[in-house]
């Protein structure tokens, strides 16, 4: 369900969805032809169709329109796995999550991590908007679990989330090795197959 948020800008002025779909649309065709480096506002603008003035009502400048392009795809192809099976669902999410990375995206978020330390302004909407949406993301699949019985009601979810997401950072960002399945199969077994400590 839309929020109000999601309806209007940061200024109160309402969307056009048309005009907004084309421009995600846009910018996501934009960065599989090229690289996050040459993407401007003007080409956004001429590709979906719509004024560069439309464009800076709504977002300040390119790493916003990327980032929200980015989390709207990571909504709609990602999505939450529901399998019935805690173990399953995480390591679903997790290659659905890095098969996006590994298809042409790596790039695009380090550098929108880039942009984060030294835009303060972008730095703040990236983390709430992005970062830890994908991550609130994961702790609801983890607290379905939990519901389930299949985790202790005192473990520590949040640790658990940043357990997932720390070595695919790690990884993303020094490119000392891949995120492909087997990495994930790995990483997932050692989370769940492995003794946990008590508190």
Known sequence: MDTEQDKTTAVGRPRSQKAYEAV?????????????????MEKIAKEAGVGKPTL???????????????????????????????????????????????????EIVCSLMAEAQFNPEFAAVFRDNFIFSRRAALIRLLERGQQRGELPRDTDLELIADLCYGPMWYRLLNRHSTLEDPFVDNLVSYLFDSPRPKN
Do not use: C, N, Q
């Open 24 to 40: 995600m649309k846009a910018t996501l065709d934009l960065l599989k032809s090229g690289r996050y480096p040459s993407l401007t």
């Open 56 to 106: 800076y009502r709504w977002w300040p400048g390119v790493p916003f329109i990327v980032m929200e392009a980015l989390k709207l795809h990571a909504d709609t192809e990602i999505g939450l796995p529901d399998s019935g099976h805690l173990k399953s669902d995480v390591l679903e999410y997790l290659k659905r999550t890095f098969r996006s990375l590994i298809e042409g995206k790596d």
